[in-house]
């Protein structure tokens, strides 16, 4: 199954491949004409257009995700780093913005060109003078500027204007600086050269519309950039020029980052410093205000003081106890009492005078013991002690008084030191209040004096987040027009002209071309093709020739009156549908070629309209077919000729009775004639006329044993040829056939290859069996 369905699909191409090979080869030479003529065009065309070279560029974008990263080092330097996609950053490289520097920077809008003889050569590198307009936007448009450059005075001429180099001056366009061009600029020795000045935004449109920013693939942020000029100096300038404005923007807004901040910080700090002053000032007035040194010494301090005086005044209570036990003892000893102790008395003076007045008190009482009351030396002993008892008590009063005053001092600061140490909290309060306020605003300086020098460096250190890796360079061959194709498409279009040349001419055509064509319209089969011959001679047929034609017509006799479905057919009906068609010349030439086997042939014209076959026999004026339908009396032998030089054919001319055509009022005189035709001879041709022209002849068809009708190509319309079938209808379709006349060679020097081959109209010959 698989293998039937294989062959039956290589024969359908096959079928294409030959119905191509058929249709065209004949127009081979057309075909080789016009792809002369496509290639001489194609060839001027490279001559003319300018070359257009491709200039590529690429610039290394750091993505976030996909760049690589930088030393610790520098991001820290680079408190401004920005983060980029890549795909981001290929709509900023195509943003109108960086376009609009490009054209401006580099004057795209003042073009240069030069006139030749066949076209306008456009000049950029080669122009002797670049001109630049101060705003661009306000340039008048020109289309020729016809300047002369003197290179000696270093001016420009404009007719009878003329502006010095490097320096802005006013024209009628705007304006402009002109300037020598250094990039190997020189003047034109040939052709004119001139101005055009073109709206800025045109010049942008059109570089937007050739720029090309793409990535090599998703996981890479290498950028690269493409564009085509006629000029490679060109181009390389605007990539050089769109990638140095890129990088410089970046360069520039964080420099314009750093200078805001910068300005913002160093307001700030000012700012801040005055509120550091005040607090630092409220802090010295208050402690100046409050007697506030350092709260936490101070209250230590008081501590320290608070407890010092409460110990001393135990001490000077403790004197003072000491001193009212010695004033007590004073008072309430006698000469006899036992002395007191010195050890508890601090002053050195009483303690002596104690000492002392212990010391009598026991010599007194020891001398009570030896020595009477009266004796001198008791006497002296008691007088002693009577004198230091009150000196005793006076100085005891005076320690008293001394130690009294001196408590009620120690007593006087306890009570101002606790004073003061119940007003520290709050003051501790206001100043840990107006400190903490310090604290803040000394963070806040520290902070903004840290930013400032990271501005500061990172303003000195700033650079851009991409990196140029390749400069703008232009490829050594022209990238277009490439001519391998424009040749190419030259050859494809040459033979697509010739196809639809032969399409038109074939494809629309209202006459009938093709066999095929035939068949289509037609269910009578096609007997054959007869090939136009190209002589001028009427009868063609010979046996001693051997010509495509003449094989035709032999082929076509022995189908008709040779085969095995044919045999006894005798009498041949020969039609078409309008005239011109050649059924003449086929009814001629078949039955010469009949008459040429040794059989009796009979020709008889009844084309009475055209008298086709009696006026090429010169049998015109004879008596004929119309004289022995019309005229009584008139016999066959009285009409019938022998041709000449045709083996033996007779022939019956149309006859000297045309005018008003054929009325046939009675058949028995037509059947007559063909009953003794069929009698007297093997095969009988009839010519007849035109069906389209007299209705009567179908009647005599269906008299014959077999109708040929002709169609011709290029002649015989295609609604003819269902005429012809609608005619062939009311007779015996199967003893029709379509002979196909004057298939012409197809093409510009069509020819035919030998019998049954050729590259025609028709097809291979098919005859009938």
């Not at 993505?63 to 330097?77: H, P």
């Not at 890796?469 to 990238?479: K, L, T």
């Not at 077999?706 to 005429?723: F, Q, S």
Request: aromatic share 8%; glycine share 6%.
């Amino acid at each position: 199954m698989f293998s039937g369905s294989g062959n039956k699909k290589i024969h359908e191409e096959e079928n294409i491949l030959k119905n191509l090979w058929f249709k065209y080869f004949p127009y081979l030479p057309l075909f080789i004409l016009s792809a002369v003529i496509f290639l001489s065009l194609a060839f001027i065309y490279s001559k003319w257009i300018q070359r257009s070279y491709e200039i590529n560029a690429s610039i290394l974008i750091k993505d976030e995700k996909k760049g690589i990263d930088e030393s610790q080092m520098l991001e820290a330097l680079d408190i401004f780093r920005g983060k980029k996609i890549v795909e981001n950053e290929i709509e900023v490289l195509r943003s109108r913005k960086f376009i609009k520097q490009v054209v401006n920077s580099l004057g795209l809008y003042v073009q240069v060109k030069r006139k030749e003889k066949y076209r306008t050569v456009d000049l950029y590198s080669e122009a002797p003078v670049k001109v630049l307009f101060r705003d661009p936007a306000q340039m008048k448009p020109a289309e020729k500027i016809h300047f002369a450059f003197d290179e000696k005075a270093g001016s420009v001429r404009f007719g009878d204007s003329s502006y010095a180099l490097n320096s802005w001056v006013r024209t009628k366009w705007g304006e402009a600086i002109f300037f020598r061009n250094n990039s190997n600029g020189y003047l034109p020795s040939n052709g004119e050269i001139y101005y055009v000045l073109v709206s800025p935004k045109m010049i942008e449109q059109e570089l937007l519309s050739r720029l090309e920013v793409i990535t090599g693939n998703k996981l890479a942020s290498l950028v690269e950039l493409r564009i085509k000029d006629t000029d490679p100096k060109r181009g390389e300038d605007i990539l050089n020029e769109l990638m140095h404005f890129y990088t410089q923007a970046e360069v520039d807004d964080k420099n314009r980052l750093a200078g805001n901040m910068l300005s913002s910080v160093e307001a700030r700090l000012r700012y801040t410093a005055g509120q550091l002053d005040s607090v630092e000032s409220a802090i010295q007035n208050y402690r100046t205000s409050a007697g506030v040194i350092d709260i936490s010494e101070q209250s230590r301090l008081y501590l320290e003081n608070v407890g010092q005086n409460e110990r001393m005044v135990q001490e000077l209570n403790t004197k003072l106890a000491v001193l009212d036990a010695v004033e007590r003892y004073i008072q309430a000893s006698t000469d006899q009492t036992a002395g007191t102790s010195a050890l508890m008395v601090d002053d050195p003076t009483l303690s002596q005078m104690l000492t002392q007045l212990n010391d009598a008190q026991q010599q007194y009482a020891k001398l009570r013991i030896t020595t009477g009351e009266n004796s001198p030396i008791i006497m002296n002993v008691k007088e002693q002690i009577n004198k230091l008892k009150p000196s005793i008590l006076g100085i005891v009063k005076s320690q008293r008084t001394n130690l009294e005053i001196g408590r009620q001092n120690l007593m006087s600061s306890g009570t101002r030191y606790s004073s003061m140490l119940r007003t520290i909290p709050g003051k501790e309060k206001q100043l840990l209040e107006i400190s903490r306020q310090q604290s803040i605003k000394n963070q806040i300086y520290s902070y903004l004096l840290e930013r400032r020098e990271e501005a500061a460096l990172s303003y000195a250190a700033a650079k851009a987040d991409s990196r140029i890796i390749d400069v703008a360079e232009s490829s050594i061959y022209p990238v277009s027009p490439k001519m391998r194709y424009i040749y190419l498409g030259a050859l494809l279009f040459s033979a697509f002209a010739v196809i639809l040349l032969v399409s038109l001419r074939e494809g629309m055509n209202k006459k009938i071309l093709f066999r095929k064509e035939i068949e289509q319209l037609s269910d009578i089969p096609v007997g054959t093709e007869l090939f136009h011959s190209g002589r001028k001679k009427f009868l063609v047929y010979n046996d001693k020739e051997k010509s495509a034609v003449i094989e035709q017509i032999r082929s076509l006799r022995n189908a008709i009156a040779f085969g095995e479905k044919n045999v006894n057919h005798k009498v041949f009906y020969i039609s078409s549908y309008t005239r011109k068609e050649g059924k003449s010349y086929v009814a001629a030439n078949l039955a010469c070629s009949l008459a040429a086997t040794g059989k009796r042939t009979l020709l008889i014209d009844m084309d009475v309209d055209t008298l086709g076959n009696s006026k090429a026999f010169g049998l015109d004026v004879e008596k004929g077919f119309t004289n022995y339908l019309k005229e009584e009396g008139v016999r066959l032998d009285e009409i019938v000729h022998k041709l000449p030089d045709a083996y033996g054919l007779r022939f019956i001319p149309a006859g000297t009775m045309t005018e008003g055509g054929i009325e046939l009022t009675s058949q028995h005189q037509l059947e007559n004639l063909l009953r003794t035709a069929r009698e007297q001879f093997d095969y009988v041709v009839v010519c007849s006329a035109p069906v389209s022209s007299n209705a009567n002849m179908e009647l005599i068809g269906q008299m014959c044993d077999m109708r040929l009708l002709i169609v011709r190509h290029g002649v015989t319309p295609k609604y003819g040829n269902t005429l012809l079938e609608a005619a062939a209808q009311s007779g015996n379709t199967l003893n029709s056939l379509i002979i196909f006349n004057g298939v012409r060679s197809r093409g510009v020097a069509g020819r035919t290859y030998g019998y049954g081959g050729h590259y025609g109209f028709g097809y291979d010959l098919k005859v009938a069996r």
